[in-house]
Antibody, heavy 118, light 107 residues
């Protein structure tokens, strides 16, 4: 397993959750990394990007999550995080972390399910 | 935002058939396009990048063509293991966007 997500679960609307993505195969600091989500039975939606250490870990976000979600990293843990705040029912999805290769995704995690419901 | 429109939304074909999936971008994206295969319960897998380049390890029956706004994924000789949903993705500009998906079923 190249990428492994964790941290998903059931959370109430308005709540927070932090997802993690770790790798035992890659030094994540060398790579751009994205989060992509998939609502149940639906298509893929890009959530956000963190660039690599050489590019100061700058970030980009989808409009639907900007101001609510934050992507961060911990190099000592070789991990990537997605802090999700002010969660809405429409944030219910499987969340994947994906390694960016050029402009595309060559490795994906297995995904972690986030359910926002009262 | 660049909208990606895939057609058809589903296709049923027999083993050995040629299957063609199209993807249209709402504005020109040069060759900044990828195709992914997603099998049920699995993460997506990169098949084609830069519109026409076959990812390492992907069978040669998969091919991509196109540039600008119109792109095609072709499966030449459908196999049972090709049962999946296929997505296009543009990498030209943020926000990155995906097509709605094409579900390929085996008759």
């Amino acid at each position: 397993v190249h990428l492994l997500e964790s941290g998903g679960g059931l959370v109430q609307p308005g709540g927070s959750l932090r997802l993690s993505c770790a790798s035992s195969e890659f030094s994540l600091s060398d790579h751009y990394m994205d989060w992509v989500r998939q609502a149940p039975g639906k298509g893929l939606e890009w959530v956000g990007r963190t660039r690599n250490k050489a590019n100061s870990y700058t970030t980009e976000y989808a409009a639907s999550v900007k101001g609510r979600f934050i992507i961060s990293r911990d190099d000592s843990e070789n991990s990537l995080y997605l802090q999700m705040n002010s969660l809405k029912t429409e944030d219910t999805a499987i969340y994947y972390c994906a390694k960016v290769w050029g402009s595309y995704y060559d490795y994906w995690g297995q995904g972690t399910l986030v359910t926002v419901s009262s | 935002d660049i909208q990606m429109t895939q057609s058809p939304s589903s296709v049923s074909a027999s083993v050995g058939d040629r299957v063609t999936i199209t993807c249209r971008a709402s504005q020109g994206i040069s060759i900044w396009l990828a195709w992914y295969q997603q099998k049920p319960g699995r993460a997506p897998k990169l098949l084609i990048y830069a519109a026409t380049s076959l990812q390492s390890g992907v069978p040669s029956r998969f091919s991509g063509s196109g540039s600008g706004t119109d792109f095609t994924l072709t499966i030449s000789g459908l196999q049972p293991e090709d049962l999946a949903t296929y997505y296009c993705q543009q990498a030209n500009s943020f926000p990155l966007t995906f097509g709605g998906g094409t579900k390929v079923e085996i008759k």
